[in-house]
């Protein structure tokens, strides 16, 4: 069975930071990779996706991540945080070979960007 | 577009009876799937129905089972409360086109139980 780790439980930073936010997978196959963000008082909203291609994925209000197949790693990224970024992030994985997708999450990293 | 709903917003049940959930995926989704948010154990995939049958579970017990209607709306009843089924269950739905395909899922807000 696939596992996900979030290295980071808790990160605080100021606004315009750069932020990174690990998650590393276990898995021999091949999967597809995902972040999700959960806002204060708000629902589960998907960030990016990884599924094929290019291992530099783009997603919504500038953030970004990078699949490396070799570290089993697909880390988050944004260049410069705002306070409205404070929320809690998950990664997500499943095998691409899933009957169903069924998502595995990692722990979640609260994200805290003070003003 | 409508996202993926669910009801009620809150319950608040006493241990030993029983909970009912309620979930409408996205039009056109035939997949839904019932995760558990309780604190300090993250996500947990609890079910996955698709087109009316019950697809896989996750590691919970018989206590905790659901259904899905033609219309592929859920139902997630859990029996027996205890209190440390007090959590966020979340609903999520997406088009299910084959175990090789790339599908996305989406979340709905959750519904909070509390066992008291």
């Not at chain 1, 930071?17 to 999967?31: D, K």
């Not at chain 1, 944004?78 to 994985?93: G, H, I, L, N, R």
């Given at each position: 069975?696939?596992?996900?780790?979030?290295?980071?439980?808790?990160?605080?930073?100021?606004?315009?930071?750069?932020?990174?936010?690990?998650?590393?997978?276990?898995?021999?196959?091949?999967?597809?990779?995902?972040?999700?963000?959960?806002?204060?008082?708000?629902?589960?909203?998907?960030?990016l996706?990884?599924?094929?291609?290019?291992?530099?994925?783009?997603?919504?209000?500038?953030?970004?991540?990078?699949f490396?197949?070799?570290?089993f790693?697909?880390?988050?990224?944004?260049?410069?945080?705002?306070?409205?970024d404070?929320?809690?992030?998950?990664?997500?994985?499943?095998?691409?070979?899933n009957?169903?997708?069924?998502?595995t999450?990692?722990?979640?990293?609260?994200?805290?960007?003070?003003? | 577009?409508?996202?993926?709903?669910?009801?009620?917003?809150?319950?608040?049940?006493?241990?030993?009876?029983q909970?009912?959930?309620?979930?409408s995926?996205?039009?056109?989704?035939?997949?839904?799937?019932?995760?558990?948010?309780?604190?300090?154990?993250?996500?947990?995939?609890?079910?996955?129905?698709?087109?009316?049958?019950?697809?896989?579970?996750?590691n919970?017990?018989?206590?905790?089972?659901?259904?899905?209607?033609?219309?592929?709306?859920?139902?997630?009843?859990?029996?027996?409360?205890?209190?440390?089924?007090?959590a966020?269950?979340?609903c999520?739905?997406?088009?299910?086109?084959?175990?090789?395909?790339?599908?996305?899922?989406?979340?709905?807000?959750?519904?909070?139980?509390?066992?008291v």
């Amino acid at each position: 069975a696939q596992s996900v780790s979030q290295h980071n439980h808790h990160v605080i930073l100021s606004e315009a930071a750069s932020l990174e936010l690990g998650c590393n997978y276990s898995y021999g196959g091949t999967v597809n990779l995902f972040w999700y963000v959960q806002y204060p008082g708000q629902h589960l909203q998907l960030l990016l996706k990884y599924f094929s291609g290019d291992p530099l994925v783009k997603g919504i209000k500038g953030f970004e991540a990078e699949f490396i197949k070799s570290k089993f790693s697909f880390n988050l990224r944004k260049p410069s945080v705002q306070w409205s970024d404070t929320a809690e992030y998950f990664c997500a994985v499943t095998p691409s070979r899933n009957a169903g997708n069924m998502l595995t999450f990692g722990g979640g990293t609260r994200l805290m960007v003070k003003p | 577009e409508a996202g993926v709903t669910q009801s009620p917003t809150h319950l608040i049940k006493t241990r030993g009876q029983q909970a009912t959930l309620r979930c409408s995926p996205i039009s056109g989704h035939t997949s839904v799937y019932w995760y558990q948010q309780a604190l300090g154990l993250g996500l947990q995939f609890l079910l996955w129905y698709d087109e009316g049958e019950e697809r896989n579970r996750g590691n919970f017990p018989p206590r905790f089972s659901g259904r899905q209607f033609p219309n592929y709306s859920s139902e997630l009843n859990v029996n027996a409360l205890e209190l440390e089924d007090s959590a966020l269950y979340l609903c999520a739905s997406s088009l299910y086109q084959g175990a090789y395909s790339g599908n996305t899922i989406y979340f709905g807000e959750g519904s909070w139980l509390t066992v008291v």
